[in-house]
């Protein structure tokens, strides 16, 4: 796979919180609210339009975040939580919404939504973790001073002097839990999650060619199309062209389920036409020929992943803010969605696009 260029990213972050009486009262018939140290100040005075203040205690160390909740003027339930601007001194910026479950306008229902601005998944830090290194050195005891007639050798372990300092780097998922904390909400569920594969690589023409290919039979949400001359659809999948005058442009592939669904399409063309999202070239770093490969996971999916590799949905949550810990789910749940088997070689495991490419590269 030698000149193939990719990353992962999270597109899309929607989560679910119990959210308790005192809070929803003081979120919906409050006029100020200020936390400080995790105390909740208030005066009860009936409310159109305003923002809360939340700032960060200085217990808690270096990465925490101040942030505010501000009402959007059209919904009593529906607020805008904004960070300070990396950039400008004493300006906000969008972090996400919080939305209030209610039946209706008064009717307390127990519930609430975040839904992470896209721009802020695109907004990565650093993170510097000290690294300890330890030596290992012998030292000679002597034991004559007490009788004995031998000494021996101690091995003695010390820390290497300076350290190391390795840099990672998180996006802004991470501060979710602690504002969450503060707010005194309490995990339910993540509705909606989008991991993107950023590459150099064009997904769709690869997964046209090798669905064709005589070598392989595809394996669609576990329906095995063995007959390559078949006229039987694909069921919810489909290839989409998009065409000049001259020739073929852009090919999309898509795969939809309730539970998993998958986009491969040209990302640059869709954010050259459409989006207009540029901010994500700086994230990748690279703006030609980006093809993106997107898993979709709801609730049922998720839920479903953590409990067979006996992982707390909260731990899972919290392992989204580093690229690293993406691939393990993505490559489980596209592999859930489409796979292949190798005709000439039967006995051969189940083949992912991964494989594919691997194999190609090897040609």
């Known amino acids: 796979m030698q000149g193939v260029k990719y990353k992962y990213s999270v597109d899309a972050l929607k989560v679910c919180y119990k959210i308790n009486e005192e809070t929803y009262n003081k979120l919906t018939h409050i006029d100020i609210i200020r936390c400080e140290d995790g105390n909740i100040l208030h005066t009860h005075k009936p409310i159109e339009f305003k923002i ?92 004559t001073t007490i009788g004995s007639i031998s000494n021996y050798t101690k091995i003695v372990h010390e820390p290497r002097v300076p350290s190391k300092t390795l840099k990672t780097q998180y996006n802004t998922i991470y501060f979710l839990e602690e ?14 999650l989008e991991i993107a594969l ?19 039979i595809p394996i669609v949400k576990g329906i095995r199309y063995q007959e390559v001359n ?22 999309s592939f898509y795969i939809s389920q ?21 901010y994500i070239y700086k994230r990748l770093g690279m703006e030609k020929n980006i093809h993106r490969m997107e898993v979709t996971a709801k609730n049922e999916a998720i839920k479903s ?13 919290n392992t989204l803010h580093t690229a690293e810990n993406l691939s393990e789910p993505f490559h489980v749940w596209l592999n859930k969605l489409i796979h292949f088997k190798d005709i000439l070689k039967p006995n051969r495991k189940d083949i992912s696009i991964f494989d594919i490419l691997k194999i190609k590269a090897t040609k």
């Open 230 to 251: 078949s006229r039987d659809k694909i069921k919810n999948a489909h290839f989409k062209n998009e065409s000049n005058r001259k020739r073929l442009i852009n090919l």
């Open 305 to 317: 992943y953590c409990e067979k590799n006996n992982i707390l949905l909260s731990d899972f949550l």
């Open 52 to 143: 809360y203040d939340f700032k960060s205690p200085n217990h808690m160390g270096d990465l925490t975040i101040d942030f505010r909740l501000k009402r959007v003027k059209s919904s009593r339930l529906q607020f805008e939580i904004l960070v300070p601007d990396e950039n400008i001194e004493d300006n906000f910026v969008l972090y996400g919404d919080l939305k209030i479950k209610s039946s209706s306008d008064i009717e307390f229902a127990g519930q609430c939504y975040i839904t992470l601005d896209n721009r802020r998944l695109y907004d990565p830090f650093d993170v510097h973790h000290e690294v300890i290194e330890w030596k290992e050195s012998k030292q000679k005891i002597d034991l």
């Open 179 to 192: 504002m969450t904390s503060r707010l005194g909400l309490e995990l339910i569920s993540i509705s909606n």
């Open 198 to 216: 950023d590459s150099n690589i064009n997904f769709a023409r690869l997964i046209k060619r090798t669905v064709a290919n005589d070598n392989y």
């Open 258 to 278: 309730t539970a998993l669904g998958l986009k491969c399409y040209n990302k640059t063309i869709e954010i050259n036409d459409k989006s207009h999202k540029t």
